[in-house]
């Protein structure tokens, strides 16, 4: 069985799972159990393929039952450790709350799709951890779950601290890592059982055209990412207004909470500028965007998130031949090589050594973007290309479940 949040019914992890999941619907007899919260009202999974769609419901006798979980208080101990009240806090609400929807949902598999014996958690969440607790009943029951970034890095969450993971990683038989960068960071924080199979598996996208470029008369720039604090748009906004000897055109795909906030910060930062143009174009599926990239002359790609997992959408931009500018968080310097493919920005850049970076790329011969536009797309041939990927994936996971 696969866990998922969106897919099959669009949006979300549709972007990032779906030529995987083709794959192991090849190898193996799936079910999908997702999450209600994706965008479409029909399966884009096969027919014959069970689709389960369930989210977690609001049960006070279950919550009450879930604080008698003997695993909870040790964990609610550990995570008190070093922390000031409100850290403290913070941390005892999520692990409470994640807690609560890992017995929501052991409940639920347990009564409506026992007989599956085989688990893939897309994400290492709550989820996750209900798995877990099945195998401790079941110890038949295999399971592996991939790491991102949202569901590994502490930093990522309120209080700083992923609930459970000593209790999860115990009992995991695969953990797949979408970066070199998320297996280490695992590694140095957790210990996993030492039967697991412990691997990076880079995620990668279908191809897009690797287009003729043009850098003759103006600078076609895309940056994709939801719309909220982590990813900085407002950052790239402040620094293309500090550029005004280069004609300029951004484009950014991708909604969410601050996409009005941003836009209005475009037209008062970018507004009276007459060497910058933006157009923010919401939320767009993979194939569509990749088509745009080509229809815009897209030349030049720019993401500047805090912290990352390995981004798709570097991966999509490379599989057009579109190099990058890119904070070094995370697993991006992975795919970012530092002159090769693109450019390397420290963690938490400034506004003037984002703008400057963008000067830097202009400033050089057409023969040397051109160049990096070649090692870009030759990488994702290499690394990223989501069949081979998948397909080597799979291979992997039915030496784990056979």
């Known amino acids: 069985m696969i866990i998922t949040n969106e897919y099959p019914f669009g949006g979300g992890d549709c972007n990032f799972i779906s030529t995987e999941a083709e794959e192991l ?10 999450g209600e919260n994706g965008t479409g009202c029909f399966s884009l999974a096969p027919e014959e393929t069970e689709v389960v769609r369930t989210s977690c419901k609001i049960n006070i006798r279950l919550f009450v039952n879930s604080l008698c979980i003997k695993e909870l208080w040790p964990e609610l101990k550990l995570a008190k450790q ?7 806090v913070k941390r005892a609400k999520n692990i409470i709350r994640y807690n609560y929807v890992a017995q929501y949902y052991q409940i639920f598999i347990t009564k409506k799709i026992h007989e ?14 209900a798995i877990v607790r099945m195998k401790k009943k079941n110890p038949c029951i295999r399971i592996i779950t991939r790491m991102h970034g949202m569901d590994l890095f502490n930093e990522r969450t309120n209080g700083n601290w992923q609930p459970f993971r000593d209790e999860t990683s115990k009992a995991l038989d695969g953990v797949f890592f979408v970066s070199q960068n998320g297996k280490e960071y695992y590694e140095q924080r957790w210990k996993l059982n030492s039967k697991a199979v412990v691997e990076v598996a880079y995620l990668g ?5 690797n287009y003729e470029k043009s850098w003759n008369r103006k600078l076609v720039i895309a940056s994709c990412s939801n719309c909220i604090p982590l ?9 293309l207004a500090l550029i005004n000897n280069i004609q ?6 991708g909604a969410g909470a601050e996409m009005e906030n941003l836009q209005r910060k475009s037209e008062m930062c970018l507004g009276k500028l007459q060497n910058v143009t933006w157009t923010f174009h919401g939320f767009v599926e ?24 390995l981004p798709i959408s570097i991966i999509e931009a490379f599989s ?29 850049p400034q506004v003037t050594e984002v703008a400057s970076a963008i000067r830097h790329f202009w400033n050089l011969s057409d023969n040397e973007k051109m160049k990096l536009s070649e090692n870009a797309y030759e990488l994702w041939q290499l690394k990223f290309q989501a069949e081979k990927n998948a397909e080597n994936f799979c291979k992997t996971i039915k030496r784990i479940f056979e």
């Open 116 to 129: 599956q014996k085989n688990f893939y958690t897309y994400w290492n969440t709550a989820r996750t951890l």
């Open 248 to 253: 300029l055109e951004w484009h950014h795909f």
């Open 82 to 88: 070093g922390a000031n009240w409100g850290i403290w």
């Open 25 to 34: 619907m090849k190898e193996f007899k799936t079910a999908i159990l997702s």
């Open 286 to 309: 993979n194939k569509e965007l990749m088509r745009k990239y080509k229809d815009l002359g897209v030349n030049l790609f720019i993401t500047l998130s805090q912290t990352e997992g």
């Open 205 to 209: 996208c279908q191809g897009g055209e």
């Open 320 to 348: 057009c031949g579109v190099p990058a500018i890119a904070t070094a968080v995370g697993g991006i310097p992975e795919i970012v090589l530092e002159g090769k493919t693109g450019y390397l920005l420290a963690c938490n």
């Open 231 to 239: 990813k900085r748009v407002g950052l790239l906004i402040d620094s």
